[in-house]
């Protein structure tokens, strides 16, 4: 008989859920109200920790980012951002109020993960990530996905946490390489991960590749890892994630062994999706050749986005006194070099235009640097088109019920 993905469960000690995972899509495109649908469904729904003061300020009314501003106002005309420094306390208390407020609303058998990215380094890796982790753990997240690093030292940070024993701790890799290292120095700690979402080269976001990212597939790598873990014993959870289009495409995974899918792109269409709706006609209307994977993200990893992203030769002023999530542990940024460079070449010039780098803090708060996965272009295909010419927003609930129940590749259209 032919399986669908209802067949199948994902099992973290006694609880069994869906295995569907929803990805985290920063700054604030998996919200809570995308998460807790996936929980309400019996699946696994992420929040994302990325830039959590300004999105606190947009969803509860703080005040974080004018008070980082205050502080660091005098700085603006200067290209130098060294100074620029978190307030943990301030940190603290963001990441407290997103993780606690969307668990209170949590309701069905599911779970909420938080995504928590390492490539924020917030101009002091270590204090801030640490920060972080804390707070969602004591905020009552169920879960941790360690994601866009290696993660070395993370789970070393959090031991001293009552719940880092209890709550499950998981990272992201896209390479068995990557696993290996994560794995030799978690030893001292004693603890395995509870999940390896293996995430190949046609995800959204950042990619754990080079720009050959192309020559990488995710099932070659997603075996690679089953046989290592096989071959050393050990009992982990194994989630293949990037281009997982269909309820057939989880399927074919589950078969050969996955615990779960993590999946993203079919919902960035979902209106329980955080980006905005002008916004997410962009993503139904795109072709194959409208997406692209460049390297503007100042991360140093490429990224994947439509090509009318607006973020792309933007040339704004670095935003690092209201934000400087990328400023590096020397409170460098390859943005803040990229413009000063362009300024310097155009002194008369009023607006500026930058084409190699983004200011990707400014540019995924205003939702104008549109991330996608390499499938985007299918999205069309998963909706109707309106008398307008627009597509339909889905629910999320559609859309997970359909990768749940469907077979034979088909796609469910909305009523
Ligand atoms: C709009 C968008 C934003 C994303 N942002 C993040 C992120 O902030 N952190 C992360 O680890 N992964 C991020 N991802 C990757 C997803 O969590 C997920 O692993 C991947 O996109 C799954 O592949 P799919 O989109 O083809 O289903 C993002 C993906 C999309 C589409």
Redesign the pocket.
């Known amino acids: 008989m032919t399986k669908k993905v209802d067949d199948f469960r994902l099992k973290f000690g006694k609880q069994e859920l869906v295995p569907i995972m929803i990805?985290?899509?920063?700054v604030d495109?998996s919200t809570a109200e995308l998460a807790l649908e996936a929980a309400r469904l019996g699946g696994v729904g992420?929040v994302?920790d990325?830039m959590l003061p300004t999105v606190s300020d947009r969803r509860y009314d703080t005040g974080f980012v004018k008070e980082k501003l205050k502080q660091y106002k005098y700085n603006i005309d200067n290209s130098d951002k060294t100074q620029i420094k978190f307030d943990l306390g301030q940190l603290a208390e963001s990441t407290r109020l997103h993780v606690s407020k969307t668990m209170e609303r949590k309701r069905g058998s599911g779970m909420i993960f938080i995504?928590i990215?390492e490539k924020l380094t917030m101009n002091g890796p270590r204090e801030t990530l640490r920060v972080r982790l804390h707070e969602a753990l004591s905020a009552g997240i169920d879960g941790i996905?360690l994601?866009?690093g290696l993660h070395l030292g993370s789970f070393a940070l959090m031991e001293d946490h009552p719940r880092f024993r209890d709550a499950r701790l998981g990272i992201?890799v896209s390479s068995l390489r990557a696993l290996q290292l994560f794995l030799r120095k978690n030893v001292k700690t004693g603890r395995l991960p509870d999940y390896v979402?293996v995430?190949g080269p046609?995800?959204?976001?950042?990619l754990g590749f080079g720009m050959d990212w192309a020559q990488y597939d995710l099932r070659t790598i997603v075996n690679e890892i089953h046989d290592f873990l096989r071959a050393e014993k050990l009992d982990v959870p194994v989630i293949p994630?990037?281009?997982?289009?269909t309820g057939s495409d989880a399927v074919a995974f589950l078969q050969e062994g996955a615990a779960a899918v993590?999946?993203?792109?079919?919902f960035?269409v979902a209106k329980e999706c955080g980006l905005p709706p002008d916004v997410q006609q962009e993503y139904f209307r795109a072709g194959e050749n409208d997406i692209e994977v460049n390297g503007t993200s100042p991360t140093g990893y490429p990224m994947r986005m439509l090509k009318n992203s607006p973020s792309i030769g933007s040339g704004i002023r670095p935003g690092c006194e209201s934000y400087g999530y990328l400023l590096d542990a020397n409170g460098r940024c390859d943005y803040i070099e990229a413009y000063n460079r362009e300024v310097a070449a155009h002194p008369d010039e009023k607006k500026i235009a930058v084409f190699d780098k983004t200011c990707l803090c400014t540019h995924m708060r205003n939702f104008k640097c549109w991330?996608?996965?390499?499938?985007t272009y299918r999205l069309k295909d998963t909706s109707r088109k309106l008398g307008d010419g627009s597509y339909a927003l889905l629910s999320a609930e559609h859309i997970f019920r359909d990768y749940q129940f469907s077979t034979g590749n088909k796609i469910a259209l909305p009523d």
Do not use: D, K, P
């Open positions: 990805g985290g899509m920063g495109i992420h994302s990325a995504n990215m996905t994601a866009a992201i979402v995430e046609l995800a959204g976001g950042h994630a990037g281009g997982i289009f993590q999946v993203a792109t079919r960035t991330t996608c996965g390499h499938y």
